[in-house]
Structures are given as structure tokens and as C-alpha cells.
């Protein structure tokens, strides 16, 4: 490794921070499709979805706040996608910087530009009604496996970056992973559903996730799940980073 | 004597069952500009990709500065500075950011220095404060290069630095190219236009099917041809001189030559 790994990353990220802050629009968008869904299923649909929880909102927020990342993501592979259309990515690449710091400036971006729509969006949904007993220790579980879960989603989103051959390409990839929230129990319990639906439902990452916030939310025993999300997580980040250091690898030979 | 800054032997690349460049040869001296002509698609930004670490070879031997470009690339990155046939600069920072950028990336002191002295050289003081986006491209390519010369690299490689530029940035950027080499820098440019290299080059290779297919000064160039016949021609002012005449260029840049 480099040994200006850490300032030369944290140099890029200051770069990519003020990308954010220039145009705060992309916060805003990435907060503004979740709350749009919170408010149509506590307010629309709400009504007539039996979840055994007192506080629908309660329920939706964790569900809401996936589909959030996942949607924000996107943003991630298309900041890394326009750097490469343009000459700056060859500029970097053609200087004596760690190499690697280049991807891990656009990963840092992501968590920050994440978790400042999150912050957003749990802000409405306490002007909705959303109430928590959570402490501090829960609030941290809870930010930590979100985290892990837009880190996860991260280099996912760096593989579609540096493989896309269009900006359309870079951000559409974040689709089928946006719709994953809505087959899992983030809006209506998974028992409602038909045999194979449950199924899927109940084996896929996003339920587990929604479960173990859910669960830390309420003051309740998190039970297997946490360890479930966690493995989901951590298994999805050492595949996607995998992948994405080898396509840098690929992209500058 | 004359030191060699780079030093290319029997370089070959190909994409798939494209063959770019089919064994490759030439040297620049240090202190020099050499010119690679060539039309488009002759294998010209893949060669300096090579040179400036971003592509691999497939087979052949380059040097830079006596740095093996494959083997030696972090020494390679130290002593050279890409300026990339689309202009490398960012955006959404002002001019004065994207200087920063580069002299922070580069590890060097007072980096608000350093920015506001190149600024001030490439007639930037006042646009330094503006976001990028604004700017024409003839002060984004200004702007570009003056990037590429944080931290005094040895070598700067241009890759058609004049490409999609008007006339009078054209001249700005030639009078830069040939101030860098006046401080001793080494500079490759490759271009498509045959003016531009007769304007600027000390050398002049001619890239062409992935070969480079003649190498030397202009005067070596001329003598492959028939020897000069004497016409008499009327001399018409060129379009150009037209129109730096109708603009009012006032001379920040040298005339261009008379080619008729």
C-alpha cells in the first residue's frame, strides 16, 4: 500500500464532498422518493395493512430507510461513471497517488451522502408520528449495520460505475435492488404472503436487515436476525469488492 | 551532450483483434518537443497511455526518464504530467480548487500558493474564483495545463492539446507548449495537424498504421520529398489571418508564420 493512502483519500473526499454540497439536490432526491412511499403507505395504504405494531410508521421506517440507501447508491456510480468520461480519471491515474485511494473517496461519499438523506428522512417520519424507547447503544447498532449495508451496496454500485457504458447503464443497475425492500417484511409481514413469495421473502437479505432494526427500535431481543443481516452484509461486501478491484484493475491496466 | 528523456523500443498494443500499434520506435531528447503526427486512429493517445503508465504494452520496451514504464510506473508517475485529449479539469470546483487539487494530490507545500501563481500566469486571476463549468474552452484547456504543471514534472506528454480550439487559443496554447520547453521541460504532443507540428516540434515522427513511418527534424522531413520547385503565387491572406486580423489579436501570442 501507498503510503499516502489516507492523504490522498482524504484529499479526493473533500473533492467529492463539495460535489455533494453544490448540488444538495442529489440529497434531496435520494430522501425525497422514500418519504413520497412513507407517507402514501402510513396515510393510503396503512389503513387496511395489519402489522400487530400499535405505530405503522414504526414499522415502515427501517424498510423505507433500504430503500433509501438503495436508491442513493446510484448517485455513487454515476459520480465514479462522469470522472471516467472525463479526462480527471486519467489525470489521477497518470499521477504518483495511491491508486486505490481514487474508489475509496467515492465509497466515503456514499456513506456520508447516505447517511446525511437518512438523517432527513427519519426527521419526517418523527413529524409523522414515529416514536422509539431506542438508547444511545441501539441508535449506534442500528447506524452501524446501515452502514455496513450502504458500504455493501457501495461497491456494488462501483462495479456498475467503472463497468457501465453509459450514464443511463451506471444508475439503472440500483433498480432491481430498490424494489428488493417491497418482497420482504418491510411493509406487511412476510406470513401474509403465498408459498413461494414467503419464501423469497424471508430468505433474502433486506428482511433481516428490516427485522434487526425493527427489533432495536422497539427494545426488543434481536434474536438471529442481526447475525443473519450481518452475514448478508458482509458476505455481499467482500463478493462486490471483490469484483470491483478486479475491474480497476481491468479499467487501468 | 544531449540526455534521452524517453526512450520507446519495438512497442506493440493491441484491443482484441485490433493491432494499435505495431512495433514502435523513437526517442525524445531531453529539453526537446517531439511531435507525433498521425491522422485519426493511428495508435497516437494509445502511445502516450502507454508512456504515462495508464495502459500496458504488449510487447516492446518504453523508458521514461530512464524509469521502465512498466515495471518502474510510481518513478514514472513522479517525473511526468498528462494532459489528456479532453480537458482533465473538474467541473463543479472553481479554478482555483481544481489547482489546489492537483498540488495537495502531489504532496507539495502551500498549495494556495502555488494555485494563485499559476492562475496569475495563464491570465486565470479572475476567473479563479469562478466553478469550471463557466468557463470557454480555450481557458479550460489553459486552466488544464496549468494543472499539469504542479510540481515542475520533467516530462508533460500534450495529446492533441489543440483539438476543437479557436484560432486564438490555439496561439496561446502554442506559446505555452513553447515556453515549457524554453525552462528545459520535455514535452510530446501528438496532433493531427501538420501546422502545429511544424509550428512547435524539434522532431517530428509520423505515426501511421501503427508504425511510425518517418523520424526527424522538419528539415530532414522536407528532404524526402523532390527538391522545392520555384512558383510564382499570389499571396492571398489565409482565413485566419483574416480573422485574428478582424478580432483584434493584439499580439499576446507570436504571428502565425507565413505559409504560403
Redesign the interface.
Known sequence: M?T?FF??TS??LG?SM??IF??VDTIITTAITPIALMLLFVYVFGGAIRTDTENYVNYLLPGIMLIAIASGIAYTAVRLFTDMQ???F????????ARSSVLWAHVLTSLVANGLSLVIIVGVALLMGFRTSANVLDWLAVAGILALFTLALTWIAIIAGLSAKSVDGAGGFSYPLIFLPFISSAFVPTETMPGPVRWFAENQPVTSIVNTVQDLFAQRPVGGDIWVALAWCLGILVVAYAFATAAYKRQ?? | MTTTAIRVQGIEKSYKDLQVLRGVDFEVASGSIFALLGSNGAGKTTMVKILATLLKADGGQAAVEGFDVATESLQVRQSISLTGQFAAVDEVLTGKENLVLVAKLRHLKNPGQIADELLAQFSLTDAGSRKVATYSGGMRRRLDIAMSLIGDPKVIFLDEPTTGLDPEARLEVWQIVKNLANRGTTVLLTTQYLDEAEQLADRIAVLHEGRIIANGTLQELKRLLPPAKVEYVEKQPSLEDIFLALVGNTGTSEPVKDRS
Not at chain 1, 486519467?90 to 497517488?97: D, L, V
Open positions: 501507498n499516502h492523504a490522498d484529499v479526493l473533492r463539495r460535489h453544490r448540488s472525463g479526462g480527471i486519467e489525470r489521477f491515474q497518470s499521477m504518483p497517488i487501468i491496466a
